[in-house]
């Protein structure tokens, strides 16, 4: 029994837990502050917005 | 000519602030290579790995389904008769196939959204080899009899240990390239990556020891085994694809998500809603009511999540859907994205009781399945490979028409698979009810769906095979070099200014009101 109340306490835990912190830091980091940003984070000054990247060719040599 | 096409190419650096800007990017580009080439030599294991269990579950499942309208087929051993034949296939395509890429890209996602490189990469081989021989031995035991009868668990005691260990490793190591980020903002992706690499190691231990090392008595069983069934599908792989059509699909149109905000809402929502699904599994059975209510209540919620994906996704694609006839990732991860809308949205009506009770306990399920972790799940995949591919190796793909060809198997494959099969479903759940219908009568009936089912398997395994080749040839650089991308349609002008035309029509449409620039929010 003792390993069922461990396990149903940790995943209470683990899984409230760490969702809620996760949750407050992000608040606290200002992760939803500028969405727009946060959006566009992914892109960069080599694969711009407004550039696909499946045109970009994979060779690496040809790479700048 | 090599590189992008003149219509967004840069304009040429005349003054300070272009030459800034160039060496920007080529400080951008490197950094990405870098990170790429770090994250290499695992997730190409991982992918390698992952497309052999592809073909081996594949074979299973062939041998599954013939049996389900020719008896005799193969049954004088008793090492392929349906009891072991069946939990094989689908261990082999859950831990095998969608778990060994779903890791493979989550660490390339991961990396790359972090802008760090990989550190102490042998580490993670060493994880796939451990996988592997989980997987491996799990196989070898289920096949001669050893099976723990419990679904989605089927291996014996002693693999899950080797994969929960294999598991922990990947999850550390995608924390850690976290923690070396240099990329300050959290993306979306990683949001869901997160529960991925935090949460499902946690659920695959726990229910490991309460289900399979110290089985818990009675009832209780039932309903952690469909917490876990339910949160494989919910914390592991819908994560993992969700994250892999929140990257590529943009990247691919560069053009940012058509709303971000949507984009949170739908991963705190999920996070929220999904885990407490699974015992929508268990309606009509022998659990407190409140359990089951509360699950189905859960369960229409993820209308929420589910609802903000597929509309971020439509709205991104809006105006775009013509880069569909070009670039091959883009099909499969829009067909997966499509899917993703329709399997979870088919769940929640199967979540209410007067339609789980036709649909319970017939084909109608096995066609749910699959249009998930299918059409949505290894659609998207078979995506994210051929975005990340070409990237880690340098090699292009062989060849668009095998590519072309790959896409439509899988396509029709998977349709001709999910269609009929719920359709059947549905005469057979309705006739199960029908008190004046003798069962033999029933099976005889559903006969013709399972002959169609083999067929639609058919076309999958072709599909399967054509990515092994294509897989292989990228691998080991066969072949030619091709000296451009591999395009679908091999006109890349014409790709261009498709794209810049959409563009256009976006931001016309933007000016005079029609479209909420979502962007911006």
Redesign the interface.
């Known amino acids: 029994m003792t390993i069922t109340y461990v396990v149903f306490a940790g995943s209470v835990i683990l899984f409230g837990g760490s969702a809620a912190l996760a949750l407050i830091w992000a608040v606290r980091a200002g992760q939803f502050e500028n969405l727009g940003r946060g959006a566009s984070s992914i892109f960069d000054a080599d694969e711009p917005v407004g550039r696909p990247t499946d045109l970009t060719f994979a060779r690496k040599e040809d790479r700048r | 000519m090599?590189?992008?096409?003149p219509l967004?190419e840069?304009s040429t650096a005349t003054d300070a602030a272009d030459r800034s800007?160039?060496e920007?990017?080529?400080?951008?580009?490197r950094q990405?290579?870098a990170i790429d080439r770090s994250t290499s030599l695992p997730v190409l294991v991982y992918f390698a790995s992952s497309i052999f269990w592809l073909l081996a579950g594949t074979v299973f499942a062939m041998i599954s389904s013939i049996k389900m309208h020719a008896v005799w087929f193969l049954s004088s051993w008793e090492w392929l008769t349906f009891g072991r034949v069946r939990p094989v296939h689908q261990n082999i395509v859950a831990y095998g196939w969608a778990s060994m890429a779903g890791i493979g890209t989550a660490i390339w996602l991961m990396a790359r959204?972090s802008r760090s490189e990989l550190l102490h990469a042998k580490w993670l081989v060493g994880s796939a080899v451990l996988w592997n021989l989980g997987v491996l031995l799990g196989t070898i035991a289920v096949l001669s009899g050893y099976n723990h009868g419990i679904e989605y668990l089927e291996f014996p005691a002693f693999v899950p240990p080797i994969l929960a260990s294999a598991l922990i490793l990947v999850s550390v190591w995608s924390l850690v390239v976290f923690h070396n980020r240099r990329?300050p903002?959290?993306?979306?992706s990683q949001w869901y990556l997160?529960a991925a690499m935090?949460?499902f190691p946690?659920?695959y231990t726990?229910v490991n020891?309460?289900l399979v090392i110290?089985p818990?008595a009675g009832v209780a069983q039932g309903s952690i085994t469909w917490w876990y069934g339910h949160n494989i599908l919910g914390v592991w792989f819908t994560p993992i694809g969700l994250a892999t059509i929140y990257?590529v699909l943009?990247?691919?149109?560069?053009?940012?998500?058509y709303s971000?905000?949507l984009?949170?809402i739908g991963f705190?929502s999920l996070?929220?809603f999904y885990?407490w699904n699974g015992a929508h599994h268990l309606i009509g059975g022998p659990l407190p009511e409140w359990l089951i209510t509360v699950s189905i209540v859960a369960s229409v919620m993820m209308v929420i999540p589910v609802g903000a994906v597929g509309i971020n996704h439509h709205m991104t694609m809006r105006k775009h859907f013509k880069?569909l006839k070009?670039?091959p990732?883009?099909r499969f991860i829009v067909f997966g994205g499509f899917a993703y809308t329709a399997v979870s949205l088919e769940g929640v009506l199967e979540a209410f009781r007067d339609v789980n009770l036709p649909t319970h306990f017939t084909h109608f399920v096995i066609a749910h399945a699959h249009l998930g972790l299918y059409g949505f799940y290894t659609m998207t995949m078979f995506g994210a490979m051929y975005?990340i591919m070409?990237?880690l190796?340098?090699?292009?793909w062989g060849s668009p028409r095998l590519i072309s060809l790959h896409f439509w198997f899988c396509a029709i494959g998977i349709l001709l698979m999910v269609v009929p099969l719920s359709y059947g479903g549905l005469l057979q759940g309705w006739s199960m009810l029908n008190p004046k219908i003798p069962f033999i009568d029933v099976v005889r009936r559903t006969a013709n769906w399972m002959i169609i089912r083999s067929i639609s398997g058919v076309l999958l395994t072709i599909g399967h095979i054509l990515f092994t080749i294509l897989f292989v040839r990228n691998l080991l650089h066969w072949g030619e070099?091709r000296t451009?991308?591999t395009?679908l349609n091999p006109d890349?002008e014409e790709?261009?200014r498709t794209?810049a035309g959409a563009?256009r029509l976006r931001a016309a449409g933007e000016a005079a009101g029609e479209i909420d620039g979502g962007?911006?929010?």
């Open positions: 090599i590189g992008p096409p967004l840069p800007f160039t920007t990017a080529a400080r951008m580009a990405r290579l959204l990329e903002h959290v993306y979306v997160f935090i949460w946690w659920i726990a020891l309460l110290y818990i990257y943009p990247k691919i149109l560069g053009r940012p998500i971000y905000y984009g949170v705190w996070a929220l885990n880069a070009f670039s990732s883009l975005y070409p990237r190796t340098g090699w292009e070099r451009s991308p395009l890349r790709y261009a794209l563009e962007s911006a929010r």
